[in-house]
């Protein structure tokens, strides 16, 4: 019998870690953070963020056999699986946002309730469709007397920082944030920041001084620095205050040059025409009833439009991908304002997600996470094969790889898509064409059934992978 | 007048943190985000229990309004 693996990114926690053993979901309480974990207990924090859906559920484990799995814990929990694990360099603007806010209302509920949070990191929430939800159960301590938030720095790190880049700067926080892993730091956005930003007291208190002051610190002896425990500390209702203020303030936040008014003036994108929306509709309809995906992925979501017909048409969950900004906020408010089981994220087909962090285990890549029962790669394939010159049977072999069921569409030179796309480029693709494609899908796997949509030659291929 | 010289102030201030410069070593995470801490918390908790009392001033003339317009629009509801 297999024993428990951990999962790699709940080592930095002395209180306790992660594994999965039978495909479960475990959560050790070591000796060390025993004692914690019991008095939190009993502030029936936990048991309130469950029920309002803020915190994932637990389970006290007591059958035998699966404690004798465990030696060294003093408790061990069993969560509810999460089927896909995203991380914040994955997010869009919106969804670190929703993640920001959630954070601090646990923060609040917890200090009201005497409980206060050991850390601030972005990678402790993860989103069940379109809602975020706080996931690590031992980041919770009691509350002492005057005690500082000691995961300031990390909160404006990993959640205000990456959010006012976009707010005041108009860029985008993934690239930034897949590469520093833990956030963009004060002193790093402290030099983007103009001056007319550098004149709000939000911006001067969480941002440009910590940043000066961590400077000031650093340039002095580290004998000079008064230790926390000679530290007056911070009054609760301060320290509460700090909270309510990030909240309100992120609550506020909007990308730069704001998306609001592109959902209201929405229409589909305006190169799909009614009758080919139709004729997709049926086929994924057709394809869902006879797959019976659990879990499927939508590469290139766009608005989410082709996820929500999965999902009406009996799909569990979809997690949409594109890289996109205002496609994925689209998508985002679809799958909120029709309560879908609609995650999307933000995914650079071409340069996917790679696993890294400590020894490069920590954080999991693309190919590593999710195993998705059903892919659909709809008006996808030629952003990859013409837009960025990888050849066609690499796509292929690609998109077949992720799930072994699977709609693609086959988009023609001769689509004003591609016009478009070859009007300033030499066409350089003369292997490009339907045979090309169907020669490669069936390397790969068995055509099920293919429809032609449009006039210009777009088909859609149902595939199944051989084995 | 009053506006100019706020602007001239926070000018000033500003001026005073701009020339901050890139910080690369690595010292306790949270010595300058503690320093700030007891500086700006006082303000955000007054500025917040400021805000809690003024929306509850605000609820109680805006309950009034609609205490008026509930009374006169149960009549058509029904």
């Known amino acids: ?467 | 007048m009053g506006s100019f010289l706020y602007s001239v102030a926070s000018f000033s201030i500003v001026i005073l943190f701009y020339s901050s410069q890139p910080v690369y070593a690595y010292i306790d995470p949270g010595t300058g985000s503690i320093i700030i801490q007891s500086v700006i918390g006082g303000i955000a908790a007054a500025t917040t229990f400021g805000a809690i009392y003024w929306s509850k001033l605000k609820t109680i003339f805006t309950r009034k309004n609609k205490e008026t317009d509930k009374t006169g629009g149960d009549s058509g509801d029904k």
């Open chain 1, 1 to 467: 019998m297999s024993a428990p693996s951990t999962i790699d990114g709940s080592f930095r926690d002395p209180s306790g870690r992660v594994y999965i053993y039978k495909g479960r979901i475990f959560r050790t309480v070591t000796e060390f953070g025993a004692n914690a974990f019991e008095k939190i207990l009993k502030t029936g924090l936990l048991a309130t963020l469950i029920e309002d859906g803020q915190l994932l559920p637990y389970s006290i484990v007591r059958d035998p056999d699966i404690l004798s799995q465990f030696h060294n814990a003093k408790y061990v929990l069993e969560h509810p699986k999460i089927d896909y694990i995203s991380f914040p360099y994955e997010w869009s603007f919106p969804l670190l946002k929703k993640a920001a806010l959630l954070h601090l209302d646990v923060a609040i509920k917890g200090l009201n309730a005497g409980v206060s949070l050991s850390d601030a990191t972005a990678y402790n929430i993860q989103f069940v469709g379109p809602k975020p939800i706080f996931i690590d159960h031992l980041s919770f301590k009691p509350y002492t007397d005057r005690e500082y938030w000691l995961g300031h720095r990390q909160f404006c790190e990993q959640f205000l920082n990456p959010l006012l880049l976009r707010a005041k700067l108009g860029v985008a926080h993934n690239a930034w944030y897949r590469g520093a892993l833990e956030g963009i730091s004060n002193e790093d956005l402290s030099s983007l920041l103009r001056l007319r930003h550098k004149m709000s007291l939000k911006v001067q208190a969480h941002v440009v001084l910590p940043a000066r002051l961590q400077k000031k610190v650093s340039s002095t002896n580290s004998a000079e620095t008064k230790p926390m425990a000679e530290r007056k500390g911070l009054p609760k209702s301060s320290y509460k205050g700090l909270l309510t203020q990030l909240r309100n303030w992120i609550a506020k936040l909007e990308p730069k040059g704001g998306n609001q008014s592109v959902w209201g003036g929405y229409a589909e994108q305006n190169t799909y025409e009614e009758k080919e929306n139709f004729e997709k509709t049926i086929f994924i309809q057709k394809f869902v009833n006879g797959v019976q995906p659990n879990l499927v992925y939508d590469l290139g979501c766009n608005s989410g439009a082709f996820s929500e017909i999965a999902l009406a048409a009996g799909a569990k969950q979809v997690i949409g991908f594109d890289f996109d900004q205002i496609a994925l906020e689209k998508a985002l408010h679809r799958a909120e304002s029709k309560s879908l089981n609609l995650l999307p994220i933000y995914l650079d087909a071409s340069n996917q997600s790679p696993d890294q962090g400590w020894q490069q285990l920590e954080r999991a890549g693309f190919d590593g996470r999710g195993k998705p029962d059903a892919i659909l790669a709809l008006a996808f394939e030629h952003h990859l094969a013409i837009g960025k010159n990888i050849p066609l049977p690499q796509v292929i072999k690609w998109i077949t790889s992720i799930a072994a069921n699977g709609i693609i569409e086959f988009v023609a030179k001769s689509d004003p898509t591609i016009i478009s796309m070859l009007s300033m480029r030499d066409d350089i693709f003369q292997n490009y064409s339907q045979e090309s494609f169907e020669k490669a899908i069936l390397q790969h796997a068995t055509i099920i059934e293919s429809k032609k949509v449009t006039k210009d030659g777009r088909v859609l291929y149902w595939y199944k992978r051989h084995k």
